[in-house]
C-alpha cells in the first residue's frame, strides 16, 4: 500500500502562517501528511484537533503522530468536518486560529478495497461497491446501483459527476443488473466503458478511464459530501476567531464552485489570493492526483 502525497502542502502552510501558540484544526486527517507539518511548528501552548470521519484514517494518523508528537499538542477525532463547532467546543475551546481542509480521499482509501478504485476488485455491499469513507453511515455505493431506478442513477451520475453519457450508462446498469447484481467496483467500472465505448473489449486502452466520473459521482452521493462542505461553511462564522485563515483543497468543480460561491455572499470572509491557487507542472508530474486541485483561502474579517 502507497503512502498519501499531500497536494499543495507548502502553499497551505505558507498562507496558514502558523504561530506558535495558536489553535488549529485540520478537518480531513487522512494520512496526517497536513497535521504532521502543522505540529511542526507548534510550541506546547499550541494545539492541533484532527478530524476524519474514517475511522481506520484517525487510528492510522495517531500512530504515525504519536510516535513523533507530544499528544498534549493535539487531540484527533473521528467525526465530520461538518461539526467543527461542536468539536471545537467539545475540546474547551470557544474559536480557532486556523483550518485546512484536504478534500476527497485518499490514496491509503483508495487501495483499501472499499470500491473506491475501478481498477481493483472485491465483492458484497460491505467489501467491493461499498465507498462509504465512514463505515457507520448509511447507503453503499452498491445500494445504490442495484437498488435505485435508472432514472434516479443516471441524474446522479449526470448531477455530481458532469457525465454526458450518463443516460446510456444508467440503462446498461439496469440492463445488466435484470440477470444478477453488480457486485465488484471492476464489474462496474466494465459496464460504464462498455456504454460508453461500442468497441470497448478491442480497444481498451483509454487515456482516462470511461468510468472515472460515475465513480467520482457515486462517491460523492454515499458520503453526501456536497452537504458536509455547505454545512462547514455555514459554521466557520461562530468557530474562525476574527482574522483567523481557512485554506480549502478541492478537486473537482462542484465543490469549488460551493466555495467561491460562499465567499461572493459572505462578506464576513476575505479572499487572500483573488484567483484559486493551483499546482504547478513539477507537483503535477510527481503527483499526479494533483492534476485537478484548487486552493482557495480565506480569513475572518
Ligand atoms: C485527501 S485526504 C486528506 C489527506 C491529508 N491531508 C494528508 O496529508 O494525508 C481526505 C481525507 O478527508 C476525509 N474526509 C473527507 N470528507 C470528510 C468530512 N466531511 N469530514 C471529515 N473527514 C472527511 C477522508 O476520509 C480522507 O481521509
Redesign the pocket.
Known amino acids: 500500500m502507497s503512502s498519501?502525497i499531500?497536494v499543495l502542502l507548502n502553499e497551505a502552510l505558507d498562507i496558514l502562517n502558523i504561530k506558535r501558540g495558536n489553535i488549529y484544526v485540520d478537518?480531513?486527517?487522512?494520512?496526517?501528511?497536513?497535521s504532521g507539518e502543522i505540529l511542526k511548528r507548534l510550541s506546547p501552548g499550541g494545539f492541533l484537533i484532527g478530524?476524519?470521519?474514517?475511522y481506520s484514517?484517525v487510528e492510522n494518523a495517531r500512530s504515525a503522530l504519536e510516535r513523533k508528537f507530544d499528544n498534549k499538542n493535539f487531540k484527533l477525532i473521528h467525526?465530520?468536518?461538518?461539526k467543527i463547532d461542536e468539536v471545537v467546543k467539545a475540546e474547551g475551546f470557544t474559536g480557532i486560529d486556523g483550518v485546512v481542509l484536504?478534500?476527497?480521499?485518499?490514496s491509503i482509501?483508495l487501495e483499501d478495497g472499499r470500491g473506491f478504485s475501478f481498477n481493483e476488485n472485491g465483492s458484497g455491499s460491505s467489501g467491493g461497491l461499498d465507498m462509504r469513507?465512514d463505515k457507520e453511515n448509511g447507503l453503499t455505493a452498491y445500494d445504490i446501483i442495484n437498488g435505485f431506478p435508472e432514472k434516479t442513477i443516471a441524474d446522479i451520475i449526470w448531477k455530481f459527476g458532469d457525465e454526458k453519457f450518463s443516460r446510456r450508462i444508467a440503462k446498461r446498469i439496469i440492463g445488466y443488473r435484470k440477470n444478477k447484481p453488480v457486485e465488484t467496483s471492476l464489474e462496474l467500472a466494465d459496464i460504464i466503458r462498455g456504454a460508453v465505448y461500442k468497441g470497448y473489449g478491442k480497444f481498451k486502452k483509454f487515456k482516462t478511464d470511461p468510468a472515472t466520473k460515475t465513480f467520482m459521482a457515486l462517491r460523492i452521493f454515499v458520503?453526501k459530501?456536497y452537504d458536509?462542505l455547505t454545512e462547514f461553511l455555514e459554521k466557520l462564522r461562530n468557530v474562525l476567531n476574527k482574522g483567523g485563515i481557512a485554506v480549502i483543497i478541492s478537486f473537482h468543480s462542484g465543490e469549488d464552485r460551493i466555495v467561491k460561491h460562499f465567499l461572493r455572499n459572505n462578506l464576513d470572509f476575505k479572499p487572500v489570493n483573488k484567483k484559486p491557487i493551483v499546482p504547478g507542472e513539477e507537483e503535477i508530474k510527481i503527483n499526479p492526483r494533483s492534476r485537478s486541485a484548487k486552493l482557495r483561502a480565506f480569513y475572518h474579517v
Open positions: 498519501h499531500p478537518g480531513t486527517l487522512g494520512g496526517g501528511g497536513f478530524i476524519d470521519r474514517d484514517a467525526s465530520n468536518f461538518s484536504d478534500l476527497g480521499i485518499s482509501q469513507m458520503n459530501e458536509s
